[in-house]
């Protein structure tokens, strides 16, 4: 067979075969309006924040009245591992809001498509949720939502919430029950508190061993008082909470629609956590995120991406913030005034000393820091290690990881 044969071949091929599979990034090459067509949603959102959220798609119909748009809810727990299975039988929706650590193993799964940066103006975006949708320099989501931990309290039973950690100790000792969600990752703000961070000045990794361990013998010392609770089950402090079992919950902001729905109008007190020597608390930020599927046919992907920039623009950002309540926009052009709404100041305010862990540091970890952390941080709170020891041990790890890197460059 002549080479001419075989490029006519491999040409018939492409036209043949569906485009994404001839094609690592998707290319829109033709940017005209989408004003027509049929678009699966699928999300995770709940109570007022799903009511929000369908509104605003309303308003999207409205403008739009030849789109039809069908929004779907899929549990947090199952969207990822639905949309992996759906996809790679060619189905599912034509866009999926999920978490950013969601989008690792959806791009291993090749479930997803690379946006091209050409088409969209990631400048508008937080720079802190722009490393939660590109790996290897490449572009694969965008930002919609930030989560964040804050110290959520009932305003009946709490009069003056503890802003330090001495004071949330002590209050906790006069009979206030304070429920914290004890792992690795769910507990590492009260580093932040001790004076550590666990990215350098120039975003590398670096282990805060010292801060850590202050952080570790704190949990320690609040483990033995009986009205302190260290669980790693959130549902379960979540649900003590709402009964008035607890009267302090480290909750996270995507909680607080939720929270509301179940509590008495107006009992919901949302405040920073505590700080301690000046030092505030720093809270993993956790970056909600819309992503293509790559089974789509090209126009229903680019009819995807105009929902998605619409989504994200600066009216609807506003919105989605000011009505739920619950949420942080991540579009930079968004005015929310904080003095109508106090629990959205406060979000704002512990996202700004919030901790944002790339997708490339991800995927150089493995998730073996998070994995050995929680393994070092039981063993601490039994008493089986020092806090020094585990430190130690985590530094070391931390070290290791980042010489690997090095040289695999």
């Known amino acids: 067979m002549s080479f001419l044969n075989k490029i006519q071949i491999l040409f018939l091929t492409c036209l043949i075969l569906s485009i994404n599979s001839c094609q690592t990034k998707t290319e829109f090459t033709n940017q005209k309006l989408v004003t027509q067509g049929n678009l699966l949603i699928w999300h995770s959102f709940t109570n007022n924040d799903a009511q929000v959220f369908n509104s605003i798609l309303n308003e999207y119909r409205s403008i739009h009245p030849n789109v039809k ?40 799964k090749s479930v997803i498509i690379e946006l091209d940066a050409q088409h969209i103006n990631l400048s508008q975006y937080l720079p802190v949720t722009i490393n939660h949708i590109k790996l290897n320099n490449k572009i ?31 209050q906790s000792k006069t009979g206030i029950k304070v429920g914290i969600t004890s792992d690795f990752i769910s507990s590492f703000w009260g580093v932040g508190s001790m004076g550590g961070k666990f990215l350098d000045q120039q975003g590398n990794l670096n282990f805060p061993k010292v801060a850590w361990s202050q952080w570790l013998k704190w949990l320690q010392q609040a483990n033995i008082e009986p009205n302190t609770i260290l669980n790693e089950e959130k549902p379960l402090l979540q649900e003590a909470f709402i009964k008035g079992e607890l009267d302090y919950y480290t909750c996270e902001s995507v909680e607080i629609s939720e929270l509301k729905n179940k509590l008495p109008k107006n009992s919901l007190g949302v ?139």
């Open 69 to 108: 748009l069908v929004s779907e809810y899929v549990s947090e727990k199952n969207i990822g591992d639905r949309l992996i299975t759906q996809s790679q039988s060619g189905f599912g929706p034509d866009l999926a809001i999920v978490w950013h650590s969601d989008i690792y193993e959806l791009i291993k």
């Open 271 to 409: 405040s920073l956590l505590p700080r301690e020597n000046n030092q505030p608390a720093t809270p993993f930020i956790y970056t909600e995120v819309i992503v293509l599927n790559k089974a789509s046919s090209p126009k229903q992907q680019q009819l995807a991406l105009q929902i998605a920039k619409f989504l994200t623009n600066t009216e609807q950002q506003e919105k989605f913030a000011i009505q739920a309540e619950s949420q942080i926009p991540v579009n930079i052009k968004s005015r929310v005034d904080y003095r109508l709404s106090p629990i959205q100041a406060i979000l704002f305010k512990q996202a700004q000393d919030g901790i944002s862990i790339s997708l490339d540091h991800f995927s150089k970890t493995q998730g073996r820091v998070g994995k050995r952390g929680n393994e070092l941080y039981y063993q601490v709170l039994a008493g089986e290690i020092t806090a020094e020891e585990a430190a130690n041990q985590m530094n070391q790890l931390v070290n290791s990881i980042n010489q690997e890197n090095r040289r695999k460059k």
């Open 140 to 170: 694969y989501a965008l930002p919609f939502s930030i989560d964040v931990q804050v110290l959520c309290y009932h305003k009946k039973k709490i009069k003056n919430p503890a802003k330090t950690l001495s004071e949330l100790l002590q």
